[in-house]
C-alpha cells in the first residue's frame, strides 16, 4: 500500500491501522478489497472525510491520499510529507510534530 500525505493545519488526530486492504480511520474500517488491478475509486464514494482524492490499484498495490493533521507545533515532516510505501499491517506511522516546550521553559529564556 501506498499512503500519500495531503498537510493540513488541524488540531483533530488521526490514527490508522492497516490490516490487509482495511484500513481503520479512528475507529471506522474502510475496506478497500474490492478494488481491483487498474480501478478507480472516487475519493466521492468514500463516506470520510480524511480520504482526499481517488484510490487506485496499480500492479497490485492500493494507493490512496490521506489528509495529515498538523498541529500548531508541526514539523517539517509534517508540513512536506513523503509517500509512506509498502505500508506494513498494524499502526501506521506518521512523522510527529516538534515537542512542545514548557511555558516555565519559555518565561526563564525570556526573563
Known amino acids: 500500500m501506498k499512503i500519500m500525505l495531503s498537510p ?10 492497516k490490516n490487509g486492504d482495511v484500513l481503520t480511520v ?5 475496506d478497500f478489497s474490492p478494488v481491483g488491478e487498474g480501478d478507480t475509486l472516487p475519493a466521492g464514494a468514500i463516506s470520510s472525510g480524511w480520504f482526499t482524492y481517488e484510490v487506485d490499484r496499480v500492479n497490485g498495490e492500493l494507493e490512496l491520499t ?6 500548531w507545533n508541526y514539523s517539517p ?3 512536506f510529507p513523503v509517500s509512506l510505501l509498502n505500508v506494513p499491517d498494524g499502526p501506521v506511522a506518521f ?5 512542545e516546550v514548557p511555558s516555565e521553559t519559555v518565561s526563564e529564556e525570556q526573563a
Do not use: K, S
Open 77 to 79: 515532516e509534517q508540513a
Open 95 to 99: 512523522p510527529l510534530p516538534l515537542p
Open 26 to 30: 479512528n475507529g471506522e474500517d474502510f
Open 66 to 71: 490521506l489528509i495529515l493533521p498538523n498541529p
Open 8 to 17: 493540513q493545519r488541524r488540531d483533530d488526530t488521526l490514527e490508522v491501522i
